[in-house]
Protein backbone atom coordinates (compact mmCIF):
# COMPACT_ATOMS: atom_id res chain seq x y z
CA UNK A 1 0.00 0.00 0.00
CA UNK A 2 2.91 2.33 0.98
CA UNK A 3 4.52 1.79 -2.39
CA UNK A 4 1.85 2.09 -3.83
CA UNK A 5 1.20 5.50 -2.56
CA UNK A 6 4.58 6.88 -3.11
CA UNK A 7 4.13 5.89 -6.45
CA UNK A 8 0.83 7.78 -6.99
CA UNK A 9 3.06 11.22 -5.26
CA UNK A 10 6.03 10.22 -7.57
CA UNK A 11 3.76 10.89 -10.40
CA UNK A 12 1.95 13.96 -8.97
CA UNK A 13 5.73 15.04 -8.03
CA UNK A 14 6.80 14.61 -11.40
CA UNK A 15 7.49 16.60 -14.65
CA UNK A 16 4.30 16.45 -17.35
CA UNK A 17 6.80 14.75 -19.79
CA UNK A 18 7.38 12.45 -16.71
CA UNK A 19 3.44 11.50 -16.41
CA UNK A 20 3.06 11.19 -20.30
CA UNK A 21 5.54 8.40 -20.86
CA UNK A 22 4.18 6.51 -17.94
CA UNK A 23 0.70 6.69 -19.57
CA UNK A 24 2.17 6.08 -23.02
CA UNK A 25 3.88 2.85 -21.12
CA UNK A 26 0.79 1.99 -19.67
CA UNK A 27 -1.54 2.12 -23.02
CA UNK A 28 1.34 0.02 -24.54
CA UNK A 29 1.30 -3.01 -22.42
CA UNK A 30 -3.00 -2.57 -21.50
CA UNK A 31 -3.13 -2.66 -25.87
CA UNK A 32 -0.30 -5.85 -25.56
CA UNK A 33 -2.87 -7.69 -22.76
CA UNK A 34 -5.68 -6.64 -25.42
CA UNK A 35 -4.16 -7.97 -28.28
CA UNK A 36 -3.10 -11.01 -26.63
CA UNK A 37 -6.60 -11.76 -25.34
CA UNK A 38 -8.08 -11.05 -28.81
CA UNK A 39 -5.29 -13.10 -30.62
CA UNK A 40 -6.52 -16.32 -27.92
CA UNK A 41 -10.40 -15.42 -28.46
CA UNK A 42 -9.10 -16.03 -32.73
CA UNK A 43 -6.88 -19.11 -32.80
CA UNK A 44 -9.77 -20.62 -30.54
CA UNK A 45 -12.44 -19.19 -33.35
CA UNK A 46 -10.67 -20.25 -35.86
CA UNK A 47 -9.75 -24.07 -34.73
CA UNK A 48 -13.62 -24.40 -33.92
CA UNK A 49 -14.82 -23.23 -37.80
CA UNK A 50 -11.82 -25.66 -38.84
CA UNK A 51 -13.84 -28.79 -37.06
CA UNK A 52 -17.06 -27.60 -37.80
CA UNK A 53 -15.65 -27.50 -41.56
CA UNK A 54 -13.89 -31.02 -40.81
CA UNK A 55 -17.44 -32.02 -39.79
CA UNK A 56 -19.74 -30.96 -42.50
CA UNK A 57 -16.96 -31.91 -45.34
CA UNK A 58 -16.87 -35.25 -44.01
CA UNK A 59 -21.04 -35.40 -43.92
CA UNK A 60 -20.79 -33.93 -47.72
CA UNK A 61 -18.58 -36.23 -48.90
CA UNK A 62 -20.56 -39.43 -47.51
CA UNK A 63 -23.07 -38.05 -49.19
CA UNK A 64 -22.24 -37.27 -52.61
CA UNK A 65 -20.12 -40.44 -52.99
CA UNK A 66 -24.00 -42.10 -52.09
CA UNK A 67 -25.00 -39.88 -54.76
CA UNK A 68 -22.99 -40.66 -57.09
CA UNK A 69 -23.73 -44.69 -56.63
CA UNK A 70 -27.20 -45.21 -56.45
CA UNK A 71 -28.55 -43.95 -59.70
CA UNK A 72 -29.69 -46.73 -61.62
CA UNK A 73 -30.61 -46.97 -65.39
CA UNK A 74 -34.09 -47.05 -65.38
CA UNK A 75 -34.80 -43.39 -63.79
CA UNK A 76 -32.93 -40.03 -64.28
CA UNK A 77 -32.48 -39.53 -60.65
CA UNK A 78 -33.54 -42.40 -57.90
CA UNK A 79 -35.34 -41.63 -55.09
CA UNK A 80 -32.34 -42.06 -52.52
CA UNK A 81 -30.72 -39.22 -55.14
CA UNK A 82 -33.08 -37.21 -55.20
CA UNK A 83 -33.23 -37.68 -51.15
CA UNK A 84 -29.79 -36.02 -51.34
CA UNK A 85 -30.59 -33.02 -53.49
CA UNK A 86 -33.50 -31.84 -51.22
CA UNK A 87 -30.80 -32.63 -47.93
CA UNK A 88 -28.11 -30.48 -50.15
CA UNK A 89 -30.71 -27.55 -51.15
CA UNK A 90 -32.08 -27.08 -47.47
CA UNK A 91 -28.10 -25.71 -46.75
CA UNK A 92 -27.76 -24.35 -49.91
CA UNK A 93 -28.81 -20.94 -47.80
CA UNK A 94 -26.22 -20.76 -45.55
CA UNK A 95 -23.29 -19.93 -47.30
CA UNK A 96 -21.07 -21.52 -44.87
CA UNK A 97 -22.29 -24.68 -45.58
CA UNK A 98 -22.75 -23.80 -49.41
CA UNK A 99 -18.89 -22.59 -50.03
CA UNK A 100 -18.34 -26.25 -48.20
CA UNK A 101 -20.79 -28.31 -50.40
CA UNK A 102 -18.90 -26.63 -53.77
CA UNK A 103 -15.49 -27.45 -51.95
CA UNK A 104 -16.35 -30.83 -51.74
CA UNK A 105 -17.90 -31.11 -55.28
CA UNK A 106 -14.76 -29.90 -56.72
CA UNK A 107 -12.78 -32.42 -54.16
CA UNK A 108 -14.54 -35.13 -56.08
CA UNK A 109 -14.75 -33.82 -59.46
CA UNK A 110 -10.40 -33.18 -59.34
CA UNK A 111 -10.68 -36.75 -58.41
CA UNK A 112 -12.41 -39.23 -61.14
CA UNK A 113 -13.88 -38.89 -64.25
CA UNK A 114 -15.82 -40.23 -67.15
CA UNK A 115 -19.43 -40.74 -66.23
CA UNK A 116 -19.14 -39.48 -62.73
CA UNK A 117 -17.42 -36.22 -63.53
CA UNK A 118 -20.73 -35.86 -65.54
CA UNK A 119 -22.92 -36.89 -62.29
CA UNK A 120 -21.44 -33.63 -60.33
CA UNK A 121 -21.67 -31.42 -63.13
CA UNK A 122 -25.42 -32.38 -63.22
CA UNK A 123 -25.63 -32.76 -59.54
CA UNK A 124 -24.68 -28.75 -59.15
CA UNK A 125 -27.31 -28.10 -61.76
CA UNK A 126 -29.92 -29.90 -60.19
CA UNK A 127 -29.03 -28.81 -56.64
CA UNK A 128 -29.41 -25.07 -57.66
CA UNK A 129 -25.93 -23.91 -56.83
CA UNK A 130 -25.54 -22.76 -60.71
CA UNK A 131 -28.08 -19.99 -59.78
CA UNK A 132 -25.86 -18.86 -56.78
CA UNK A 133 -23.09 -18.77 -59.03
CA UNK A 134 -24.88 -16.81 -61.84
CA UNK A 135 -25.96 -14.37 -59.50
CA UNK A 136 -22.60 -13.45 -58.39
CA UNK A 137 -21.93 -12.40 -62.49
CA UNK A 138 -24.18 -9.11 -61.36
CA UNK A 139 -22.09 -8.58 -57.99
CA UNK A 140 -21.12 -4.45 -57.42
CA UNK A 141 -18.31 -6.36 -56.14
CA UNK A 142 -15.62 -7.28 -58.28
CA UNK A 143 -14.14 -10.28 -56.58
CA UNK A 144 -17.38 -12.08 -56.05
CA UNK A 145 -17.51 -11.64 -59.90
CA UNK A 146 -14.24 -13.09 -60.74
CA UNK A 147 -14.84 -16.11 -57.54
CA UNK A 148 -18.11 -16.61 -59.87
CA UNK A 149 -16.62 -16.90 -62.96
CA UNK A 150 -13.74 -19.20 -61.86
CA UNK A 151 -16.08 -21.53 -60.27
CA UNK A 152 -18.25 -21.96 -63.31
CA UNK A 153 -14.93 -22.77 -64.98
CA UNK A 154 -14.00 -25.38 -62.62
CA UNK A 155 -17.23 -27.02 -63.15
CA UNK A 156 -17.41 -26.50 -67.12
CA UNK A 157 -20.33 -24.72 -66.99
CA UNK A 158 -20.74 -23.95 -70.84
CA UNK A 159 -24.35 -23.06 -70.63
CA UNK A 160 -23.68 -19.51 -69.32
CA UNK A 161 -21.76 -18.71 -72.11
CA UNK A 162 -23.85 -15.40 -72.99
CA UNK A 163 -23.86 -14.48 -69.26
CA UNK A 164 -19.38 -14.69 -68.91
CA UNK A 165 -18.97 -12.70 -72.32
CA UNK A 166 -20.83 -9.51 -71.47
CA UNK A 167 -18.11 -9.19 -68.88
CA UNK A 168 -15.70 -8.90 -71.62
CA UNK A 169 -14.48 -5.43 -70.87
CA UNK A 170 -15.22 -5.02 -67.40
CA UNK A 171 -13.09 -2.40 -65.50
CA UNK A 172 -11.19 -4.86 -63.23
CA UNK A 173 -8.88 -6.48 -65.03
CA UNK A 174 -8.95 -9.31 -62.33
CA UNK A 175 -12.78 -10.10 -63.89
CA UNK A 176 -11.69 -10.15 -67.31
CA UNK A 177 -9.03 -12.81 -66.98
CA UNK A 178 -11.17 -15.07 -65.27
CA UNK A 179 -13.64 -14.69 -68.14
CA UNK A 180 -10.62 -15.02 -70.66
CA UNK A 181 -9.33 -18.00 -69.16
CA UNK A 182 -13.30 -19.19 -68.50
CA UNK A 183 -13.90 -19.33 -72.40
CA UNK A 184 -10.17 -20.60 -73.92
CA UNK A 185 -10.47 -23.62 -71.00
CA UNK A 186 -14.07 -24.05 -72.20
CA UNK A 187 -13.89 -23.91 -75.90
CA UNK A 188 -10.44 -24.37 -77.17
CA UNK A 189 -9.26 -21.98 -79.94
CA UNK A 190 -13.05 -21.16 -80.65
CA UNK A 191 -13.14 -19.27 -77.06
CA UNK A 192 -10.89 -17.18 -78.50
CA UNK A 193 -13.46 -15.24 -80.71
CA UNK A 194 -13.76 -12.97 -77.35
CA UNK A 195 -10.54 -10.91 -79.10
CA UNK A 196 -13.09 -9.38 -81.39
CA UNK A 197 -14.64 -7.62 -79.14
CA UNK A 198 -11.50 -6.69 -76.53
CA UNK A 199 -11.11 -2.66 -76.24
CA UNK A 200 -9.14 -3.34 -72.58
CA UNK A 201 -5.31 -4.34 -72.79
CA UNK A 202 -4.42 -7.88 -72.92
CA UNK A 203 -1.47 -8.07 -70.43
CA UNK A 204 1.43 -10.34 -71.16
CA UNK A 205 1.10 -12.50 -68.19
CA UNK A 206 -2.67 -12.98 -69.14
CA UNK A 207 -1.44 -13.77 -72.68
CA UNK A 208 0.97 -16.40 -70.95
CA UNK A 209 -1.99 -18.31 -69.38
CA UNK A 210 -4.01 -18.14 -72.25
CA UNK A 211 -1.24 -19.71 -74.26
CA UNK A 212 -0.71 -22.12 -71.94
CA UNK A 213 -4.50 -23.30 -71.13
CA UNK A 214 -4.07 -23.23 -75.47
CA UNK A 215 -1.43 -25.95 -75.31
CA UNK A 216 -3.05 -28.32 -73.05
CA UNK A 217 -5.62 -29.23 -75.78
CA UNK A 218 -4.37 -32.55 -78.31
CA UNK A 219 -6.53 -30.65 -80.90
CA UNK A 220 -4.19 -28.09 -82.17
CA UNK A 221 -7.36 -26.83 -84.67
CA UNK A 222 -6.80 -24.61 -87.78
CA UNK A 223 -8.00 -20.82 -86.89
CA UNK A 224 -7.84 -17.54 -88.52
CA UNK A 225 -5.50 -14.65 -86.81
CA UNK A 226 -6.07 -12.14 -89.88
CA UNK A 227 -8.83 -10.07 -88.05
CA UNK A 228 -7.04 -9.78 -84.99
CA UNK A 229 -3.93 -8.50 -86.40
CA UNK A 230 -5.88 -6.11 -87.88
CA UNK A 231 -7.35 -4.79 -84.54
CA UNK A 232 -7.25 -1.64 -83.57
CA UNK A 233 -6.49 -3.37 -79.86
CA UNK A 234 -2.65 -3.51 -80.02
CA UNK A 235 -2.10 -5.86 -77.24
CA UNK A 236 -4.45 -8.22 -79.19
CA UNK A 237 -2.09 -7.24 -82.42
CA UNK A 238 0.68 -8.74 -80.29
CA UNK A 239 -0.99 -11.66 -78.85
CA UNK A 240 -1.93 -12.62 -82.43
CA UNK A 241 1.44 -12.40 -83.84
CA UNK A 242 2.50 -14.94 -80.86
CA UNK A 243 -0.57 -17.01 -82.07
CA UNK A 244 1.34 -16.94 -85.70
CA UNK A 245 4.62 -17.85 -84.14
CA UNK A 246 3.75 -20.61 -81.98
CA UNK A 247 1.29 -22.22 -84.75
CA UNK A 248 3.15 -21.60 -87.78
CA UNK A 249 0.18 -19.45 -89.36
CA UNK A 250 1.83 -18.88 -92.76
CA UNK A 251 -1.18 -18.50 -94.30
CA UNK A 252 -1.64 -15.13 -92.96
CA UNK A 253 1.82 -13.99 -94.57
CA UNK A 254 0.44 -11.09 -96.54
CA UNK A 255 -1.24 -9.11 -93.34
CA UNK A 256 1.70 -10.22 -91.35
CA UNK A 257 4.31 -8.08 -93.86
CA UNK A 258 1.29 -4.98 -94.36
CA UNK A 259 1.82 -4.92 -90.18
CA UNK A 260 5.53 -3.76 -91.13
CA UNK A 261 4.22 -0.46 -91.74
CA UNK A 262 2.21 -0.69 -88.24
CA UNK A 263 2.49 2.89 -86.02
CA UNK A 264 3.41 1.05 -83.25
CA UNK A 265 6.86 0.10 -83.03
CA UNK A 266 6.65 -2.65 -80.02
CA UNK A 267 4.31 -4.64 -82.85
CA UNK A 268 6.75 -3.76 -85.54
CA UNK A 269 10.01 -5.53 -83.34
CA UNK A 270 7.41 -8.33 -82.54
CA UNK A 271 6.86 -8.98 -86.08
CA UNK A 272 10.06 -8.89 -87.49
CA UNK A 273 10.89 -11.72 -84.99
CA UNK A 274 8.05 -13.82 -86.37
CA UNK A 275 8.81 -13.19 -89.91
CA UNK A 276 12.02 -14.92 -89.15
CA UNK A 277 10.52 -17.81 -87.67
CA UNK A 278 7.68 -18.41 -90.16
CA UNK A 279 11.12 -17.61 -93.00
CA UNK A 280 9.15 -15.00 -94.92
CA UNK A 281 12.02 -13.94 -96.75
CA UNK A 282 10.28 -10.95 -99.21
CA UNK A 283 10.03 -9.14 -95.67
CA UNK A 284 13.76 -8.47 -96.07
CA UNK A 285 14.51 -6.29 -98.97
CA UNK A 286 10.68 -4.16 -97.57
CA UNK A 287 12.79 -3.14 -94.57
CA UNK A 288 16.23 -2.92 -96.18
CA UNK A 289 14.38 -0.37 -98.61
CA UNK A 290 13.86 2.33 -95.60
CA UNK A 291 15.70 0.93 -93.30
CA UNK A 292 17.41 4.06 -92.24
CA UNK A 293 14.02 5.01 -90.68
CA UNK A 294 14.16 2.16 -88.56
CA UNK A 295 14.52 3.27 -84.83
CA UNK A 296 17.59 1.22 -83.59
CA UNK A 297 15.58 -1.51 -81.68
CA UNK A 298 14.19 -2.56 -84.73
CA UNK A 299 17.58 -2.54 -86.80
CA UNK A 300 18.71 -4.73 -83.94
CA UNK A 301 15.93 -7.42 -84.44
CA UNK A 302 15.89 -6.68 -88.13
CA UNK A 303 19.87 -8.17 -88.36
CA UNK A 304 18.22 -10.92 -86.00
CA UNK A 305 15.71 -11.86 -88.05
CA UNK A 306 18.16 -11.92 -90.97
CA UNK A 307 20.01 -14.60 -89.02
CA UNK A 308 17.34 -16.90 -89.65
CA UNK A 309 17.55 -16.72 -93.50
CA UNK A 310 20.58 -16.16 -94.96
CA UNK A 311 21.38 -15.36 -98.48
CA UNK A 312 23.90 -14.84 -100.45
CA UNK A 313 22.03 -11.54 -101.22
CA UNK A 314 22.18 -9.54 -98.28
CA UNK A 315 26.05 -9.45 -98.68
CA UNK A 316 26.25 -5.99 -99.90
CA UNK A 317 24.04 -5.22 -97.05
CA UNK A 318 25.89 -6.71 -94.42
CA UNK A 319 28.98 -4.89 -95.88
CA UNK A 320 27.79 -1.46 -94.67
CA UNK A 321 27.31 -2.31 -91.02
CA UNK A 322 29.93 -3.91 -90.47
CA UNK A 323 31.34 -1.23 -88.76
CA UNK A 324 28.61 0.15 -87.45
CA UNK A 325 28.54 2.36 -83.95
CA UNK A 326 25.94 -0.05 -82.46
CA UNK A 327 27.86 -3.54 -80.77
CA UNK A 328 24.43 -5.61 -81.57
CA UNK A 329 24.10 -4.97 -85.03
CA UNK A 330 27.99 -4.70 -85.56
CA UNK A 331 28.24 -8.43 -84.47
CA UNK A 332 25.13 -10.02 -86.20
CA UNK A 333 26.39 -8.21 -89.38
CA UNK A 334 29.65 -10.03 -89.14
CA UNK A 335 28.23 -13.18 -87.87
CA UNK A 336 25.50 -13.04 -90.96
CA UNK A 337 28.50 -12.14 -93.46
CA UNK A 338 30.39 -15.48 -91.92
CA UNK A 339 27.65 -17.38 -92.73
CA UNK A 340 26.85 -16.61 -96.21
CA UNK A 341 30.55 -16.26 -97.99
CA UNK A 342 33.63 -16.63 -95.09
CA UNK A 343 35.67 -15.49 -97.70
CA UNK A 344 34.76 -12.03 -97.81
CA UNK A 345 34.60 -12.05 -94.22
CA UNK A 346 38.25 -13.14 -94.37
CA UNK A 347 38.78 -10.46 -96.19
CA UNK A 348 37.08 -7.57 -94.15
CA UNK A 349 38.18 -8.81 -90.91
CA UNK A 350 41.80 -7.50 -91.48
CA UNK A 351 39.83 -4.25 -91.89
CA UNK A 352 38.71 -2.74 -88.44
CA UNK A 353 40.70 -1.29 -86.28
CA UNK A 354 37.91 -1.16 -83.80
CA UNK A 355 38.74 -2.80 -80.36
CA UNK A 356 34.89 -4.00 -79.82
CA UNK A 357 35.42 -5.13 -84.42
CA UNK A 358 38.74 -7.00 -83.55
CA UNK A 359 36.92 -8.48 -80.55
CA UNK A 360 33.72 -9.61 -82.50
CA UNK A 361 36.07 -11.62 -85.32
CA UNK A 362 37.76 -13.43 -82.47
CA UNK A 363 35.17 -14.76 -81.07
CA UNK A 364 33.49 -15.50 -84.55
CA UNK A 365 36.57 -17.43 -85.79
CA UNK A 366 36.48 -19.95 -82.59
CA UNK A 367 32.60 -20.23 -82.71
Avoid at 133 to 160: D, M, P
Avoid at 299 to 317: C, L, N, V
Wanted: charged share 25%.
Amino acid sequence: MNNEQSFFEYLQNSPPIIELVWLMISIFLLSIFISIIYLKYLRSHLRNNERIRGTYQMKYELNLITYLYSGNEDQEISPQQQIIINKLKKDLSDPFKRSIIVLTLLKLKNEISGELDESIQKLYFQTGLINFAISKLRSKKWYVVAKGVRELTQFHIKEVHDEVITLINHPKNEVRKEMQLYLVNLFSFKGLDFLDLLQTPLSEWDQIQLLEVLQRFDDQQVFDIKPWLKSSNDTVVIFALKLADIYIQFQAKEDLIELLAHKNEKIRIELLNVLGNLNIIVAKSIVMSNFSECSQEEQIAFFKMMEKMPESDDEPFLLEYIHHENFEIKLSALKNLKMINSSTFNIHKHLGTDPDFIRIVEFLEHN
